[in-house]
Nanobody
């Protein structure tokens, strides 16, 4: 019933930008806390960014100042704007509203 669909991943060079999108079905993204996680091969899934129903935001130290989480209520979509990308940002990025997860979108950053 709840579905989260990510898009926007791809292959970019270091220093470039990407914007990830998460289109939600079955929930109202503006009424809940939404999260972006990422997971690199062999590593645990880590929280990247969170936005609360009150629009407070939280970021991992590794992305603070480079990534921005936002919402578009009419589109029921959550975004992750990623600027100044680094090779260490390479991972599968997941949209999350507990306990539901999207399928993930691959982000690869080359040197």
């Amino acid at each position: 019933q709840v579905q989260l669909v990510e898009s926007g991943g791809g292959l970019v060079q270091a220093g470039e930008s990407l914007r990830l999108s998460c289109v939600a079905r079955g929930i109202i993204v503006s009424a809940v806390a939404m999260n972006w996680y990422r997971q690199a091969p062999g590593k645990e899934r880590d929280l990247v960014a969170r936005i609360t129903s009150g629009s407070a935001t939280t970021y991992a130290d590794s992305v603070k100042g480079r990534f921005t989480i936002s919402r578009d209520a009419p589109k029921n979509t959550v975004y992750l704007q990623m600027n100044s990308l680094k090779p260490e940002d390479t991972a599968v990025y997941y949209c999350n509203f507990n306990p539901w997860w999207g399928q993930g979108t691959q982000v690869t950053v080359s040197s």
